[in-house]
């Protein structure tokens, strides 16, 4: 069992949820995900489906994956993935979002898997985009720590 996922399944509202590998991840997004040469694939979790029955979560606007991966140099990475159409009206969702799964991030790590706090953290929007790269809501997403991708190779 990968660390990832042993750290993970302490947590009890992710007991079962996170898998080996892109396991956790629907094939039509796995499609977008690549793995560069020595990089090493730990794990996957759909965070979205996983929290969607809890009632706290129902109504949140949640993060839809979490990828660990270990990357070419050797450091331990968090890659979060969030499948969503990216125009200038989604950007305050967008970010929104974010900000809840820093939270969920930093309860994890207090309440459980408390090794996650040292792992690089990378997150990412995926999908059609409908604002230009010199846009303020470009900008927004960029100084919110998101990037914007067609495609993710983790590294």
């Known amino acids: ?26 094939k039509e997004h796995a499609k977008v995900i690549g793995v560069a040469k020595g990089a090493s694939l730990k794990g996957s979790l759909y965070l979205d489906e996983c929290l969607k029955a809890h009632p706290e979560h129902a109504q949140r606007a949640r993060w839809d994956y979490i990828v660990s991966v ?57 999908g059609p985009v409908y604002i230009s790269r010199a846009s303020k809501e470009h900008r927004r997403l960029a100084n919110a720590g998101i990037e914007v991708a067609s495609r993710v190779v983790l590294s």
């Open 1 to 26: 069992m990968s660390e990832f996922v042993e750290l993970l399944s302490r947590i009890p509202e992710l007991r079962g949820c996170p898998k080996h590998g892109l396991e956790a991840i629907e």
């Open 70 to 126: 270990i990357d070419i140099g050797k450091t331990k990475c968090l890659v979060c993935l969030e499948f969503h159409n990216i125009g200038a009206k989604e950007v305050s969702r967008l970010i929104d979002k974010l900000m809840w799964l820093k939270e969920k991030l930093n309860d994890w790590t207090n309440g459980g898997a408390e090794q996650l706090r040292s792992w690089k953290r990378k997150y990412y929007v995926i």
